[in-house]
């Protein structure tokens, strides 16, 4: 077993990982640690989740004088996010052999940054655009530099800062170290490497297996239509202690925060139209668990650590096999399980067959949970939820004498399950009921979908649930159309004008006993 205290580390730094609670190095941080103390050009490629900040943090830290009071190290992220957590993380290490660091990104006052610049910073960790404007205003001085780092080195590439980091390379003394880290590496990176390295070395854990093999990959074949619902299915069913929800677009990001807070869930929204401030409102809230799903684009896949993120979902399918590679990779971090579940269109089943062949990876199919299933799973919440208030040291007196009063009239059966009903028949009704979409769900202008569940009635037959829409709301049969079945639900699309109809008799009766889910579809053109 390869030991920290193996390598030459100063009990400073010794120390720094100690206080991380990082027992043993990762074999990412074996290989590097070594490697970059020497002052070899570095290439570093691990799977998500293993530690590759500190590997070239450990020895960037070590080889940097602290009391030189001038930038030392440049590390360059994609992401304010991700700037932000390597500064922390780097800070952490290097707090007992006072180095300090300081994150500086885009959206923050540079007032401010060039302050704290001047308070002789060792190690800068930033985004491309706003170190490159440090370095044409000449407020970040880097005559000591000899060491830069890319994390997440392809995707700096992929976004267009080449031009940034070449400029950014311009300024940098000749002589010093680069290094590239992250879990992918096209064949781009190379050049990079041919022209700014020196005999890089290239360290590969796990060559040929890029996805973590600790999480679970599953696929939820559905509608376009129906993904709110399923998402909300999945959400409600799972054992999900924090997610990161994936969106393609910024609006998607808007709108399905916007669809899970009205219906009760903890979301937050992070992309990067929003201002700074409420970027770090977001991140910190879902760091601290105030947030229990953070809803994305791909500007939270790489690099975020968040420890207890149990489930990655990919409510819009990736469109590389790379971004699959680094969102899924939010969770099973440093050992732990996780989830990655992908929702796909039927459409879009040829794009997820590229992914399994890119990745190697299989991602089985699942079901989604019917509404009863989901029921099930939410009293089974509810009960344990109360068993453990039965077990727990709370003060009931308070409502003692209340139930005493009661019982003189009810029984204590019909007590509790109004209790109960108080307690929890709103989350209920939100969930199972009729659920509410505005957001877009592709309703041809002038009409009004309706998501009809029929999960009990596996059997029914397309024309008997147009017969018995028609019966219920007094709509012709044409006017209900040719509707279809679709695994456990229906929708029927109907005019405007005779919406309401269709939604109280849907609403009020129960097709064959089929649960009736309605969506107003605001229509595809005004959205
Ligand atoms: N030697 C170690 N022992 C225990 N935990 C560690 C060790 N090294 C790193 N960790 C922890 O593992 C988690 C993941 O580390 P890190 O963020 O560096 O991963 P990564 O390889 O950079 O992943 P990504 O490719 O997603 O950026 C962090 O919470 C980190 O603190
Ligand atoms: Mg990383």
Redesign the pocket.
């Known amino acids: 077993m390869t030991r920290?205290d193996q390598f030459q580390l100063s009990p400073e730094i010794l120390r720094g990982?100690q206080d991380?609670?990082?027992?043993?190095?990762?074999p990412?941080?074996a290989e590097c640690i070594p490697a970059v103390l020497r002052g070899e050009d570095v290439i570093g490629q691990?799977?998500?989740?293993?530690?590759?900040?500190?590997?070239f943090?450990i020895p960037v830290l070590e080889r940097v004088d602290p009391t030189l009071n001038e930038v030392q190290a440049i590390i360059l992220a994609p992401t304010r996010e991700?700037a932000i957590?390597?500064s922390e993380?780097l800070r952490r290490i290097g707090r007992p052999k006072r180095v300090k660091t300081l994150p500086i990104y885009g959206g923050q006052s540079i007032g401010r940054q060039i302050k704290a610049l001047q308070q002789g910073i060792h190690v800068v960790i930033g985004t491309p655009g706003r170190l490159l404007d440090h370095l044409r205003r000449g407020t970040l001085k880097v005559d000591s530099v000899e060491m830069v780092v890319l994390?997440?080195a392809d995707e700096m590439l992929d976004m267009g800062f080449i031009d940034d980091i070449e400029e950014v390379f311009r300024f940098l003394p000749g002589q010093r170290q680069l290094l590239l880290?992250?879990?992918t590496m096209p064949p781009a990176i190379r050049q990079l490497a041919q022209k700014y390295m020196r005999k890089p070395k290239y360290i590969t854990v796990n060559r040929g297996e890029v996805t973590v093999p600790i999480i679970k990959q599953y696929y939820y074949r559905v509608l376009e239509n129906f993904k709110v619902e399923a998402l909300c299915r999945i959400l409600d069913s799972e054992e999900v202690d924090l997610s990161i929800v994936f969106c393609r677009t910024k609006k998607g990001v808007d709108e399905l925060t916007e669809a899970l807070q009205a219906r009760g869930y903890l979301a937050g929204g992070l992309h990067g139209d929003l201002a700074q401030q409420q970027r770090d409102r977001v991140m910190n809230a879902f760091r601290n668990g105030e947030i229990e799903l953070l809803v994305a684009t791909d500007v939270a896949a790489?690099?975020?650590?968040?420890?207890s993120v149990s489930h990655v979902i990919n409510y819009d399918i990736p469109q590389d096999v790379e971004s699959y590679v680094?969102r899924i990779?939010?969770t099973g971090?440093?050992?732990r399980k996780g989830f990655a579940l992908t929702l796909v269109t039927p459409r879009e089943m040829k794009q997820l067959r590229t992914i399994e062949e890119e990745t190697g990876a299989r991602l089985k199919a699942r079901e989604l949970p019917t509404l009863e299933e989901v029921a099930a799973k939410q009293q089974q919440t509810w009960m344990a939820q109360i068993e453990e208030t039965i077990r727990s040291d709370a003060d009931f007196s308070l409502f003692e004498d209340m139930i005493e009063q009661l019982n003189e009239k009810f029984s204590p059966e019909k007590v509790a399950a109004a209790a109960l009903y108080l307690a929890f028949s709103e989350r209920f009704a939100k969930n199972i009921d009729a659920t509410y979409n505005f957001g877009e769900t592709g309703a041809s202008p002038g009409m009004v979908r309706f998501f009809i569940n029929v999960g009990r009635n596996a059997n029914l037959r397309p024309q008997e649930l147009a017969k018995a829409i028609s019966e219920n709301s007094g709509i012709s049969l044409r006017q209900v159309g040719r509707i279809n079945i679709y695994d456990r639900f229906s929708f029927v699309e109907v005019p405007e004008d005779v919406a309401p109809f269709v939604y109280e008799a849907l609403r009020q009766s129960k097709i064959n006993g089929a649960r009736v889910n309605m969506e107003p579809a605001r229509p595809r053109n005004k959205v």
Not at 20 to 26: D, Y
Not at 46 to 55: H, Y
């Open positions: 920290f990982i991380l609670g990082f027992e043993e190095p990762s990412i941080q691990a799977q998500t989740g293993t530690g590759k900040t500190a590997a943090g991700l957590q390597v993380e994390d997440e880290f992250s879990a790489r690099g975020i650590d968040v420890g680094h990779g939010r971090r440093a050992g």
